[in-house]
């Protein structure tokens, strides 16, 4: 994660490990001028983090919870990722046509 950051002494991970639940919570806090970057495009960055940690987790046989934190943005604070949950994947965004008078061009057929 340290390649993301700006400020890579910023970075704190906190792992807690529960042996009778079969369970990992780790914790990761870093300036919150830095999630853009470690978010990235569509949250592509920490879709990948996620599943080298996840593979890291299963390989294991555990299951994994990733918290981030940051410092001063209260609308991100203690996002949490639950590794159990099926993936989704985004859902498609349709364009609206404004105008809506373009001839329509069909096949010929022959």
């Known amino acids: ?25 780790i914790r990761i806090a870093f300036e919150s001028t830095d999630k853009g970057k470690v978010f990235g495009r569509g949250g592509r ?22 918290d981030i934190y940051g410092n001063t943005n209260p609308g991100r604070e203690g996002l949490s990722v639950e590794e159990d ?11 609206e046509r404004r105008n809506s008078s373009r001839p329509v061009v069909k096949p010929r057929s022959r």
């Open 1 to 25: 994660m340290q390649p993301f950051l700006e400020f890579p002494e910023s970075l704190s991970v906190d792992c807690e490990i529960s042996q009778t639940l079969k369970r990992v919570w």
């Open 45 to 66: 960055n920490i879709q990948a983090i996620r599943t080298v940690i996840a593979a890291a987790a299963q390989l294991s046989q555990q299951s994994v919870y990733l």
């Open 85 to 95: 949950q099926p993936e989704r994947s985004p859902t498609p965004r349709t364009r």
